[in-house]
């Protein structure tokens, strides 16, 4: 069937391109803009990890090259977003008391309320980020080589990383879900970003399904959960637009601490 062998050819090298067809447009707006008001830092975090945990699970699982490609140019995008967020996150408040969300004098929360321990994530200097970052790597890549001595071990880790690494991915767009629901807008959430998601999408469920290479189950699973929750999105970009001309804080997971000065109420991340 023709509509299959194009999907073969374009799907594989569009999920390649995908980390850099959807983040570029954030990083260069960023970088542009002297200022990462309105991204929230947990997207290179989810991706990172998710992306780490996908390479590590690459050799016990020996899934798509394509995958495998995507992972490692998703790690070297979101290191680069990480840094030009990192280096231009809003400055201590001066007036209005909200620019330096949330790296001075607030309660740091998730899109659930809760607070985070240790304001993990959330701190006021760029060191700890990367210092995670590598210790993950690092952690990650000691566990790969001292399991992949006893066989039946490796194979119960490799697994279990891969679906951790996926399902971590898959929930990418729930906080944006519940930010964008809880304000009624979707402003800071951009059209381009979305759009690439969603033909992404649609692409790799083609793929996955009609492809005669190694797809494990754990991709197709977590493909079709992405899928709803980016489509979910769409409709509530549909229903509250694009918020033009409401003003957006650095992080909208973020509620300052006995301040005068209230949130906005309309706030997006992602």
């Not at 996150?89 to 607030?106: D, L, N, Q, T, Y």
């Not at 957006?248 to 005068?260: A, F, G």
Request: hydrophobic share 45%.
């Amino acid at each position: 069937m023709w509509i299959s062998t194009l999907t073969a050819v374009l799907a594989p090298v569009f999920i390649i391109l995908s980390p850099i067809l959807s983040y570029t447009d954030q990083a260069v707006s960023m970088h542009r803009n002297k200022s990462s008001a309105g991204f929230s830092l947990d997207i290179p975090l989810i991706m990172l990890v998710a992306s780490m945990l996908k390479v590590f699970y690459w050799p016990g699982a020996r899934f798509d090259n394509a995958l495998l490609v995507q992972a490692l140019i998703m790690i070297v995008m979101q290191t680069i977003l990480l840094k030009i967020a990192l280096d231009h996150r809003p400055s201590p408040a001066s007036k209005g008391g909200e620019a330096a969300i949330p790296f001075s004098g607030v309660v740091n929360e998730d899109p659930w309320g809760s607070k985070r321990p240790f304001n993990f994530w959330q701190w006021r200097s760029p060191r700890p980020y990367w210092q995670f970052v590598v210790y993950f790597f690092l952690a990650l890549t000691a566990l790969e080589l001292l399991l992949s001595l006893i066989p039946a071990v490796y194979h119960v880790y490799s697994d279990t990383i891969g679906y951790m690494g996926l399902s971590i991915e898959a929930f990418l767009p729930i906080p944006q879900i519940l930010i964008n629901a809880r304000s009624r807008s979707s402003h800071g959430f951009r059209l381009s970003l979305l759009g690439s998601w969603l033909i992404g999408d649609a692409l790799k469920m083609l793929w996955f399904f009609t492809t005669t290479t190694e797809i494990p189950a754990a991709f197709k699973l977590c493909g079709i959960f992405q899928a709803c929750c980016d489509s979910f999105l769409g409709i509530q970009y549909w229903m509250y637009g694009d918020g033009s001309g409401n003003s957006v804080k650095e992080h909208p997971m973020i509620q300052l601490h006995d301040s005068p000065y209230k949130p906005s109420a309309h706030e997006s991340d992602r």
